[in-house]
């Protein structure tokens, strides 16, 4: 199977492209250069199409290394979600460029840890903090919710110093339905058995959306599609027909936490559906275009997000039943990262209901950015695929 | 007037007696699995007027003795000053428990830290490691001080870090390597702590694990601060209690 | 204690569940409680209470629910008891306070769930809760994930989970948000109750109310003497039993005790020797029976002198405005009130460090112990630069994180008293 992959040709051939680190740190560059301004995000309800409408360019700030944890534990409690610790310990150690260069940051009350983490940082940068509601399916939600992003509207047309016109916005929800629009073909590849494209193409794929506007993501995934159908074509692929395949639920994975994806990659699994808004949750959001207030269908597209801080967070289910009938995984991996109480509480709902409606098995792994437990967890993804094969 | 101290640690039970401001007596002893018996041993001849007694066991032996007691806390803070009397950052890593404490310009206690409650990165943990990897404690330091690159242990917490330092060895890694990685395992953990208290100038490290050269060595060029080892950094804290007598 | 084992069987409980938690109770309470010295005459009616816990006070729930008042549980100072008093109800703070049944909690929560979480769980599902299984509606309020998300777990196990939305920003949109949450609240027990809230049921839940908080703030304010005329334990035990009793005998009792305190003052009386050292805790609540932090601060030469706590100053301090107006006019008055509660749920929260420090010098405490139930972020990241705050201040602070086990005991009180021989130094 090691020597199916590497016969494999890359998906993206300009190795420049390839690295979604430095590709994305080029576009923020050039941008700024342009006299766009940066604005830090570090969540998906911060809505993207509010700030690129204002001319800014949203980006992600630095939260997936093991690096920065040390530096934020000095401040902030051991204890605490790794994300929430090296996002802080990043910006103590001037190690996230993408800080540096926010003109200003929005955060939100999405869990108690960040919540509280944001009090630390407030006042280095101009920072907002969106009240985010809890219950998504009470009446009144929406408008209180659409109120939140007007009130963004009016901190970044301060900060920025610039204003915001309904028709630019109206284009950028455009922008996104249409990019959401072709990540989906994409995704339509994960569905095939055997799967021809690897998990670290399916985040190089995603990366690369941040950083390409409608019309050259259009070009970017056809010709990613039609080196796709090669594959297919030549039976180049990752795994064989029966390898286990994996949907990866939960808490954000990337950087350091990586390794649990490449721990099911090297136990012999295929990951054929990411679930977390590292992946490919936010991808199969529309926005509603042509409505007569679009500040409101962005505010509703933003909250229909299936974040387990909602309660009840029915959409994730909801999520999971149609991921799970398209990707046809034979087990669900619940990633939650230690100490994020909300994945984690939740864990215990997502197994039952994955088990029970799909009669699937549900293995939950704690974890954080160490690689301490490297062994532990492979132990136990080991177990699942032997157990699948059981059962066969 | 004879002043004396008991510290009765998790491991070790230690006694000094002080006569006009120097040390005359120091003992120590295992501690068994009856401290008040062991406590009582030790003590045996020794002649004092005053007892103060502190360590895990302090509350114990005070309702054998009627003494005094103080926590070790404080007995550190006071006996730090006895060896070096303007020492501000005391580091102690005992059997089970490691201790950061800063004093101010007078030795008052400003702040300290304690590591949580299980034994991680504390003098038990790196017997229950040298014993995995084959060493005595003696061996075990200079294999740490001899090894020339370190391979990384994450864990400091005893039952974790010993099945990793089994997986390692068996995957060939060179033993004085995990040994430096343990090493600075141990030190790594005790800087968080020291950090959230220490002030700048000369750390005073006490309690048994400070007579581990290998540790010394690599929490001086951690924290960029020099490191000072009393002759008997074991006995400070009873000195301490001793002179809490006064 | 009368024989209640068939009011008990009535209510589901599982008796012999119910019965050594009973015992363990009693004999924690005859070791903690009565055994202190110089205790006030005026305690002898909360211990009369805490006697009857189980027993009487719940007899009176259920003969309340015979007359067709709804009981209403909760577990947080963000419910407000005017409302439920307004409707004829009988508002009771749930169980979350004893390490009971944890096994059985974690079959459902993680391991790494707050102690108070986790407890809640184990009194559910070992069925030895009266006040929850009398409970006509449980509310649930999103103060922090871990109780947002277990509510979730606990929906299909009671009668009627009810979960209340809390703004965490304190901006205008928040208290707009909030007055609406007590408007649909208000609803609710409209609708569970049959009865409808008038000015007048309103108003009159806020007297009723306002008359408890002011008798416990009357406490708090007498404990400022020096030598202490209470202990912080029994002053705990006080603004817990707040939670269960009936608030106007509850009202009157502290009242009394309020008299013989301000009696001993006059006379110099104390629990301790005058100049013995005065702390302040500050931080998580402590539910029943949850004593361990202040029977190991007591213990060890030093008495509390406040509480900054939901069980304590910060579930009491604030009055509702009482006027004559249209109900909405209440509800805004009731909405201001709760919204000015400094809990860590708000983000940015400075107004609380401000009021330790403002209690630590109106009580004249020596020292703050922050204390912080493990896993809750909200309070534990809190406690940082709350410290910092109060270092600066020259207001020597120490900061725990326990849970309700014993194990750590002997290392908490390691660094209890070396924080106490600190504030002797001084």
Known sequence: MQAAMAAVPPLIENAQIADPVRRFLEYVLNKREQGNPVVGVYCGYAPVELIRAMGAVPVSLCSASQWTIPAAEAILPANLCPMIKSSFGFIRTNACFFYAASDAVIGETTCDGKKKMFELIAHLKPTFIMDLPQLPDDTEVLDRWRKSVLKLQGFLEKTLQTSLSADRLEAEIRETNRKNRLMDRFFAYLACRPIPVSWREIYDVITLEHVANG?????????????????????????????????????PVGGDACKVLQIIEEAGGVVVAMEACSGMKNYFVRITEESSDPLRAVAESTLSIPCSCMTPNRRRLDLLDKMIARFSPDAVIDVVLHACHAYNVESHKIRKHVQKKHGLPCLKIETDYSKGDIEQIRTRVEALFENLELKK | ?????????????????????????????????????????????????????????????????????????????????????????????????????????EGNLRKFEMNDKCAAGTGRFLEVMATALGFTIEEFSKAGLSAGKAVKINSTCTVFAESEVVSLTAQGAARDEVALGIHKAIVSRSIGLLKKVAVPGEIFFAGGVAYNDCVRVLLEKEMGQPVFVPSDPQIVGAVGAALSSL | MADYTKMWSELGLDLEGHNALLSILGSAYGDIFLSQKNRPEGMKYFDFVMSEVHGLRIQELMEAKAQRRIVVGSYCVFVPEELILAVDGVSVGLCAGAEFNFEGAEEVLPRNTCALIKSAFGFKLGKVCPYLEASDVVVGENTCDGKKKSYEILAPMVKDLYVMDLPQMKTDMGRTFLKEEYRRFMAK?????????????????????????AAVKRLAAIRAADPAPISGLDALLVNQVFFYDDPVRFTHSVNQLCDELEERVKNGIGVSAPETTRVLVSGCPMAVPNWKLPMLIESSNAVIVGEESCVGERGVRWLTESKDGTVEDLLDAITARYFSIDCAVFTPNPSRVEYVKEMAKKLNAQGVIHYSLQFCQPYIVESGPVEKELEHASIPTLRLETDYSQEDAGQLKTRIEAFIERLEKK
């Open chain 1, 215 to 251: 019309d050259e993501f259009q070009d970017l995934i056809e010709k990613i599609s039609s080196s796709i159908d090669q594959r297919i074509a030549l039976g180049q692929c990752f795994g064989t027909f029966s390898s286990p395949r994996i949907l990866v639920s939960g808490c």
């Open chain 3, 189 to 213: 027990l409209e609708r569970v109750s049959g009865k409808k809230i008038t000015p007048e049921s309103l108003k009159m839940g806020i007297e009723i109310v306002n008359a408890k908080r």
């Open chain 2, 1 to 105: 007037m004879r002043i004396a101290g008991i510290d009765i640690g998790s491991r070790t039970v230690k006694l000094a007696v002080l006569e006009d401001g120097q040390l005359i007596l120091s003992r120590n002893t295992m501690t068994s699995y009856n401290p008040l018996a062991t406590a009582q041993e030790l003590m045996g001849d020794a002649v004092f007027d005053v007892i103060t007694a502190t360590g895990y066991g302090r509350h114990l032996i005070k309702g054998h003795l009627d003494c005094p007691v103080i926590s070790e806390i404080t007995a550190f803070a006071r006996g730090a000053r006895f060896f070096s009397s303007d020492c501000r950052s005391i580091l102690d890593i005992g059997g089970q428990d490691t201790k950061a404490i800063s004093l101010d310009q």
